[in-house]
């Protein structure tokens, strides 16, 4: 087998590979081998004709479809391995044969593979930095919480329905006077105020008391999952069958150490404060990076492969299916109950995918181009940072890792790298 490799257009290689004589007569014996049982030869027991028997009944090419297939995959790996110094195969070829006759085969595969980016400017930009900081009224609002998951639930009997009470309802949506799937249930329990339900439809509940009657109006939003009511008018007729309160428990330092482990309030403040900042010294760290990345990506030029595209939406479906898992869910039912294709479904990722490409493209462009490693010495501080958070020596840590995390943690440590980088060389601003 010889084989050339040359880049071709939109982001892809050509490999041209050509089988000699010898080599093409042999994939065919092995295609005689694989695929005889499945010819019935008169005089012949099944699978016991020979080659030249079974040619001259059905024809010389009988055997060259599954003979290239052989060679192909015999060889695809091969050539793609060789190549890899200069090229980085993304996806499936496209299989030509350009040659066939009895001197020899050539096959031509054209493969997409990850591109270069073009980078005209990530350093002297002005571009957004964030920053968050902490109030007591959001460690209030935790507290709140905490208040609120250990309440205790009280019938109330005499008054009406109001913003924080659990309301047991009946409830038949109608559209048009028809009624929709989804749209009905008995004795079903729904905080108001929760928004929960579509808008609107709770602050009509807010005022009714037990045994009350009524047609909740309201307009689905426009976008709504189900195509059939985006935009629509509907009408709920509403029973309310029950109310109950919440008895929220005393703010004292014994039932903070009862509910959360914390000595006293003010110590369950300060611990809570701390974990909401470092909540959002990542969120804005986060928005800072993708902010640094739209601001390079705004210059970028870059053809990218469908077919890395495709995989990214892979990883984001398998995201999305897995949380359905977790709420009980299956995907297809999902999408069954929203009345769309799995097609649709994919290219609602489609922009989100391809950005998502785009900004990795550059991070291993720039990080390319910058030399950026992380030496042995770098790794083994981090490893030993994460031994100590689990009260370990670094020794007895690395003893239950595997190759996976020693990649996670040097690729973590190259990625920060990059971006101390990044935003050393550019201007960093916070928008007032």
Known sequence: MKYTSKAAEKSTVKFTIKFDAEEWKEAQQKAYLKTRARFAINGFRKGKAPKNVIENVYGKGVFYDEALNTMFAESYPT???KAADKYTVVGDPDVTVEKLDDEGVTLVAVAPVKPEVKISNYKGMKIQKFEYTVKDEEVDAEIARVQDRNARKVEITDRAAQNGDIVNIDFVGTVDGVKFDGGEAE?????????QFIPGFEDQVVGMNIGDKKDVNVTFPENYQAEALKGKPAVFAVTLNKIQGKELPELTDEFIKEATGSETVEAYKAKTKERLQAQADRRANDQTENSILD??????????????????????????????MYQGLKLQ??????????ADFRNNY????????????????????????ATEEEVDAKVAEQAASVNKTAEEYKKNMDPRQFDYIRNDIIITKLFDMLKANNEMYVEA
Not at 187 to 195: A, E, K, N, R, Y
Not at 298 to 320: S, W
Not at 333 to 342: E, G, S, V
């Open 79 to 81: 050539v793609v391995a």
């Open 187 to 195: 004795g079903f329990d729904l905080t108001l105020g929760s928004g």
């Open 295 to 324: 601001a390079i990506a705004a210059n970028a030029e870059v053809e990218i492969p469908q077919a890395m595209i495709e995989r990214e939406i892979d990883g984001l479906v398998q995201k999305f299916e897995y949380q359905l």
């Open 333 to 342: 039912d999902y999408l069954d109950f929203l009345k769309i294709t799995n």
């Open 350 to 373: 489609a922009e989100q995918a391809e950005k998502n490409v785009k900004s990795q493209l550059i991070i291993s462009q720039l990080i390319k181009d910058e030399n950026i490693e």
